[in-house]
């Protein structure tokens, strides 16, 4: 590519879509490209997340970089610290390690100028043509409203803030929450604890997930053929696309059927008709975010392991006590309640032209264009904005589509008359206009609580399927933009 002008381009996060847009920015020619990254290390999830058992539910084949293949996974789905090493490896391999600021969290942007001049928490970074935000959604830890806390006498943390000098062995352990980072743990940890009680508000549908290792043979096939590699990741994430995917949104009726058979079939393994009653959820399969494990129905019927569904009371010295009065006397409390998945790039405070700041903009939910760019905030553009898939697809499958459709819009205001663009407002409402006429056809509509609803009631997520998203995601409509002239 040649541009007729050099942008500077900042991205904020460098987790797996943050290192992936760095890479992609640098293959297409722009060369002045800055990560911002709030740790001290890359990764994003896959670094904050450390539990035992921690696992992608996306075969690894499919959660990988198109760009990027590896023949080496060890497992048909991979544990998180192998995912974290092939972020690490990627970005080694790539030349983007030394484009990332560490420590340095994006506290403020102003647009002045045609420029977004970035504030951190080390002070003035200066000023960006574009920024990317890259920051994911599951980073804002949610802890439960329950009192007490600083009563417990032993060990408490988040899931997502594992304490590394932490051993389960032994040990009486709590576990609040049933989303798939409990139920991981509760899999994982069994075997070893001298007690594990599970704190259940709501059951949770659980696809059977068988995870068997990668014979080295097979490895070797990978190795030998990077075309059997290839065809590996085209089958795998045509199959996820055109059944699971397809079926939460309502287009493919016979793969849901046969996921709710799988999902019965499945809870059906749970012996004791009691313990299966309070395991079975009173919501359609797939409301929720659909849990995959292969072995926690298993776990939960070990000798060593408690499902607790009273209400948890309070927190006290020696442990929870539930409403029955119950005092659940534990060692360690795992506080596995998931992620404000709305919070999004916040508390960073964003100015647009004209004062406007996106926290009013989005002051009845976060809403945007395509998921990737906002009225009124020219050259801001997201990985995983609002109405992302989050759930719906391989996540690298998602953040690459996106990064595709912003390139080209960097593209166009890398042009030597051309300084800004952001979608049209009008092109927004009819976008979101469009979102809210589909979402009662898909499965999240159906009447439960989950995280893909925010505070306003609000459906967050893409209600079509993964063909519409990648061909809305091909190439720009330019008659929804405003294209402002240097």
């Not at 007729?4 to 900042?10: E, F, K, V």
């Not at 991979?78 to 990332?100: D, F, N, Q």
């Not at 949770?204 to 590996?232: C, I, T």
């Not at 206009?433 to 967050?460: F, H, K, M």
């Given at each position: 590519?040649?541009?007729?002008?050099?942008?500077?381009?900042?991205?904020?996060?460098?987790?797996?879509?943050?290192?992936?847009?760095?890479?992609?920015?640098?293959?297409?020619?722009?060369?002045?490209?800055?990560?911002?990254?709030?740790?001290?290390?890359?990764?994003?999830t896959w670094r904050d997340n450390?539990?035992?058992?921690?696992?992608?539910?996306?075969?690894?084949?499919?959660?990988?970089?198109?760009?990027?293949?590896?023949?080496?996974?060890?497992?048909?789905?991979?544990?998180?610290?192998?995912?974290?090493?092939?972020?690490?490896?990627?970005?080694?391999?790539?030349?983007?390690?030394?484009?990332?600021?560490y420590d340095s969290e994006i506290?403020?942007?102003?647009?002045?100028?045609?420029?977004?001049?970035?504030?951190?928490?080390?002070?003035?970074?200066?000023?960006?043509?574009?920024?990317?935000?890259?920051?994911?959604?599951?980073?804002?830890?949610?802890?439960?409203?329950?009192?007490?806390?600083?009563?417990?006498?032993?060990?408490?943390?988040?899931?997502?803030?594992?304490?590394?000098?932490?051993?389960?062995?032994?040990?009486?352990?709590?576990?609040?929450?049933?989303?798939?980072?409990?139920?991981?743990?509760?899999?994982?940890?069994?075997?070893?604890?001298?007690?594990?009680?599970?704190?259940?508000?709501?059951?949770?549908?659980?696809?059977?997930?068988?995870?068997?290792?990668?014979?080295?043979?097979?490895?070797?096939?990978?190795?030998?053929?990077?075309?059997?590699?290839?065809?590996?990741?085209?089958?795998?994430?045509?199959?996820?696309?055109?059944?699971?995917?397809?079926?939460?949104?309502?287009?493919?009726?016979?793969?849901?059927?046969?996921?709710?058979?799988?999902?019965?079939?499945?809870?059906?393994?749970?012996?004791?008709?009691?313990?299966?009653?309070?395991?079975?959820?009173?919501?359609?399969?797939?409301?929720?975010?659909?849990?995959?494990?292969?072995?926690?129905?298993?776990?939960?019927?070990?000798?060593?392991?408690?499902?607790?569904?009273?209400?948890?009371?309070?927190?006290?010295?020696?442990?929870?006590?539930?409403?029955?009065?119950?005092?659940?006397?534990?060692?360690?409390?795992?506080?596995?309640?998931?992620?404000?998945?709305?919070?999004?790039?916040?508390?960073?405070?964003?100015?647009?032209?004209?004062?406007?700041?996106?926290?009013?903009?989005?002051?009845?939910?976060?809403?945007?264009?395509?998921?990737?760019?906002?009225?009124?905030?020219?050259?801001?553009?997201?990985?995983?904005?609002?109405?992302?898939?989050?759930?719906?697809?391989?996540?690298?499958?998602?953040?690459?589509?996106?990064?595709?459709?912003?390139?080209?819009?960097?593209?166009?205001?890398?042009?030597?008359?051309?300084?800004?663009?952001?979608?049209?407002?009008?092109?927004?409402?009819?976008?979101?206009?469009?979102?809210?006429?589909?979402?009662?056809?898909?499965?999240?509509?159906?009447?439960?609580?989950?995280?893909?609803?925010?505070?306003?009631?609000?459906?967050?997520?893409?209600?079509?399927?993964?063909?519409?998203?990648?061909?809305?995601?091909?190439?720009?409509?330019?008659?929804?933009?405003?294209?402002?002239?240097?």
């Open positions: 590519m040649t541009n007729n002008r050099q942008l500077r381009i900042a991205i904020i996060g460098a987790g797996a879509s943050g290192i992936m847009a760095a890479i992609k920015l640098r293959q297409a020619g722009h060369e002045d490209v800055t990560v911002f990254e709030k740790a001290h290390d890359l990764g994003g450390r539990y035992p058992g921690i696992t992608c539910d996306v075969p690894s084949h499919a959660y990988r970089y198109s760009f990027e293949p590896n023949p080496d996974w060890s497992r048909v789905c991979s544990p998180g610290a192998e995912i974290l090493e092939y972020v690490r490896h990627t970005a080694r391999k790539h030349g983007v390690e030394g484009l990332i600021r506290t403020r942007a102003d647009y002045r100028d045609g420029k977004w001049l970035l504030e951190s928490t080390r002070g003035s970074e200066g000023a960006f043509h574009a920024v990317i935000t890259a920051t994911g959604v599951l980073h804002h830890p949610v802890y439960p409203d329950i009192p007490g806390l600083e009563d417990f006498g032993g060990r408490v943390f988040h899931s997502a803030r594992w304490e590394d000098d932490v051993s389960l062995a032994g040990k009486r352990v709590g576990v609040i929450g049933t989303g798939s980072t409990a139920i991981q743990i509760v899999g994982a940890s069994v075997a070893e604890v001298a007690g594990l009680s599970l704190f259940q508000r709501t059951a949770q549908w659980v696809l059977p997930l068988p995870n068997r290792d990668y014979e080295e043979g097979e490895k070797a096939q990978f190795r030998a053929d990077p075309a059997l590699v290839e065809s590996e990741y085209l089958r795998l994430t045509h199959r996820m696309n055109t059944t699971f995917s397809a079926a939460v949104v309502g287009e493919n009726p016979k793969a849901y059927d046969q996921i709710v058979t799988a999902c019965e079939e499945h809870l059906a393994t749970v012996r004791d008709p009691e313990l299966r009653r309070r395991l079975t959820p009173d919501y359609k399969v797939g409301c929720k975010r659909l849990i995959m494990s292969g072995d926690f129905y298993t776990a939960i019927q070990d000798p060593m392991a408690e499902l607790v569904t009273d209400p948890i009371d309070r927190f006290c010295a020696q442990g929870i006590r539930t409403a029955d009065g119950r005092v659940h006397e534990l060692d360690i409390i795992v506080i596995a309640t998931g992620f404000d998945t709305h919070r999004f790039f916040r508390p960073m405070q964003v100015n647009g032209p004209g004062g406007q700041t996106l926290d009013q903009a989005w002051s009845e939910g976060n809403q945007g264009y395509l998921t990737v760019a906002v009225p009124g905030f020219p050259n801001w553009f997201m990985i995983g904005g609002p109405t992302s898939p989050i759930g719906n697809f391989s996540w690298l499958l998602t953040a690459e589509a996106q990064f595709g459709y912003i390139r080209q819009l960097i593209d166009r205001i890398s042009e030597a008359d051309v300084t800004a663009v952001a979608p049209k407002p009008e092109a927004a409402d009819a976008f979101n206009r469009s979102v809210r006429e589909r979402l009662p056809q898909t499965v999240w509509a159906t009447g439960c609580q989950s995280w893909y609803i925010d505070s306003a009631g609000n459906i967050a997520s893409w209600p079509w399927t993964f063909d519409k998203f990648r061909n809305d995601m091909d190439q720009p409509v330019w008659d929804d933009f405003e294209v402002s002239a240097g």
